[in-house]
């Protein structure tokens, strides 16, 4: 078989690939201190789990308190609160929403395509949209010196001088035999379909239901009735449900899309991924059912999306030279080489209920040697694909420490390609140093 097409050549100082919070972070950022950059996203827009999954909210940028008065506490800054700033004057995202012990802002997915496009497009990075990485490109067994893709004109091969893998599925790394990981003996959290509904009646759904986007344990009651009832099909019985910047509108995290089997389904495996996609969509239907008939408010309530794609919490984790362990999460462990930091609680969705695990008045650090592989040269990582164990990746990888992840690593990109030297070779410190500069107030 041959692919008569001439193969399009592109040569940059960084590639990203992925235009996910973290990859979009990490392009800006290197592109703004005057590298070449070019990002390869395989849809035709940024956002990836927050805007092709309808994530909906980000999450991470505040302090949990055990006090349900304790007003907000932001704890995040840095790049994110550029992006905020400029969501904001779109009109795209929420004032704090109440999410049990902390808080979290409800973003519009489609402005946010649009901010992260004008973010790339002033910095000046080179975006191509609807491209598929397909393979990468070794240097001397040991050196990922760029990668092949695929898109509608043909084939691409782009060389660069430092690759980030910010694909979530850690591609890249598994593509060059690096050492890479997946949940628990490969059980990782089932995926989930967002959706959003149109035709509620948000002020009398609030006035029944309270503050709290995490609905409360009479809601879950009665979900297990109805399973029991025998009238609904409903695996999850904790279940979110934000207001959004839209009038009557609710976005609905409350789906747990396992396989006829009751597996949790894994997105890697093509197969399962299929499954969860039909499986998803057949379940918002049964969710927006029960919702109808059981919930102030919900009465009228109709599907207005669903995710282009299932939501994808957790997959192929990339082996780091250090890993955040789940003890340094539960003991707010702060690091010499922290390059972010993060309050969220550990955010487990496996099971009928999802686990919450929160950690109070308190924060730990991610080092950056989470995103530097243990084997391989002139890659990193950024964003979901950190090396993390199981429960300390279900607290590090939501939206806001994905922006900071990304912010951190396009800089360490940055000081590897200026200063010539291998990016394990990059000082956490000098990282630490410029997120700072920019805001970041680790310190
Ligand atoms: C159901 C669900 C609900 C969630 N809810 C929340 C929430 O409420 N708040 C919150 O803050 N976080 C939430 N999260 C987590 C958060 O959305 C993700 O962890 C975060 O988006 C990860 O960002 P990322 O940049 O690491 O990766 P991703 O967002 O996964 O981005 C990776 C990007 O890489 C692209 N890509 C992948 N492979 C290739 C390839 N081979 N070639 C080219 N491009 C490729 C993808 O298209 C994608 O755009 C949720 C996640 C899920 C799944």
Redesign the pocket.
């Known amino acids: 078989m041959l692919d008569r097409r001439p193969i399009t050549d592109i040569h940059a100082d960084l590639l990203v690939?992925?235009?996910?919070?973290?990859?979009?972070a990490a392009a800006v950022t290197a592109a703004r201190r005057g590298l070449k950059v070019t990002l390869?996203?395989?849809?035709g827009f940024?956002?990836?789990?927050?805007v092709?999954?309808l994530?909906?909210?980000?999450?991470?940028l505040f302090e949990a308190h055990e006090s349900d008065t304790a007003p907000p506490k932001k704890l995040v800054f840095g790049f994110v609160d550029e992006f905020i700033k400029r969501m904001n004057a779109k009109g795209g995202l929420t004032s704090p929403v109440r999410y049990g012990k902390t808080f979290?802002l409800v973003h519009d997915p489609l402005k946010w395509k649009g901010v992260a496009d004008d973010m790339l497009e002033e910095a000046g990075v080179h975006i191509v949209y609807h491209?598929?990485?397909?393979d990468v490109l070794m240097e001397g067994g040991e050196r990922i010196a760029g990668v092949v893709?695929y898109n509608k004109q043909g084939k691409l091969r782009v060389t660069a001088e430092v690759t980030i893998d910010?694909?979530?599925?850690g591609?890249l790394a598994a593509m060059s035999g690096l050492d890479t990981f997946m949940g628990v003996n490969g059980v990782v959290q089932n995926?989930?379909m967002?959706f959003r509904i149109l035709g509620v009646d948000v002020k009398r759904f609030l006035n029944r239901y309270g503050e709290d986007s995490v609905l409360g344990a009479d809601v879950s009651e009665a979900i297990r009735q109805s399973n029991a009832s025998g009238k609904y099909v409903l695996p999850r019985s904790k279940i979110?449900l934000f207001p959004t910047t839209r009038p009557n509108e609710l976005l609905c995290?409350s789906t747990r899309v396992i396989g006829r089997d009751g597996r949790e389904l894994n997105p890697i495996n093509s197969a399962d991924f299929t499954e969860a996609e039909i499986a998803g969509r057949k379940q918002v239907e049964e969710y927006v059912r029960f919702y109808r008939d059981q919930l102030t408010g919900c009465e009228n309530a109709f599907v207005n999306d669903t995710g282009v794609q299932v939501?994808?919490?957790q997959t192929r984790q990339v082996q780091g030279v250090t890993t955040l362990k789940n003890e340094d999460v539960v003991t707010g462990r702060k690091s010499q080489s922290g390059i972010a930091r993060s309050a969220w609680p550990i955010e487990m969705?496996s099971g009928e209920k999802p686990k919450l695990e929160w950690l109070f008045n308190d924060y730990y650090e991610i080092p950056y040697e989470c995103f530097v592989p243990v084997k391989g040269e002139s890659l990193l990582t950024?964003?979901?694909?950190l090396s993390a164990e199981s429960d300390a990746m279900a607290s590090a990888?939501?939206?806001?420490q994905?922006f900071s992840?990304?912010h951190a690593i396009g800089h360490a990109a940055s000081i590897a390609v200026l200063e010539r030297i291998a990016p394990r070779l990059v000082d956490p410190l000098a990282v630490r140093a410029a997120v700072n500069r920019d805001g970041a107030q680790l310190d």
């Open positions: 690939v992925g235009g996910g919070a973290a990859g979009m390869l996203e395989r849809y940024c956002g990836g789990g927050a092709a999954g994530s909906g909210t980000i999450c991470g979290t491209t598929t990485v397909t893709a910010a694909s979530g599925d591609d995926p989930t967002i979110f995290n939501g994808v919490r969705h950024a964003g979901r694909c990888r939501v939206t806001a994905c992840y990304g």
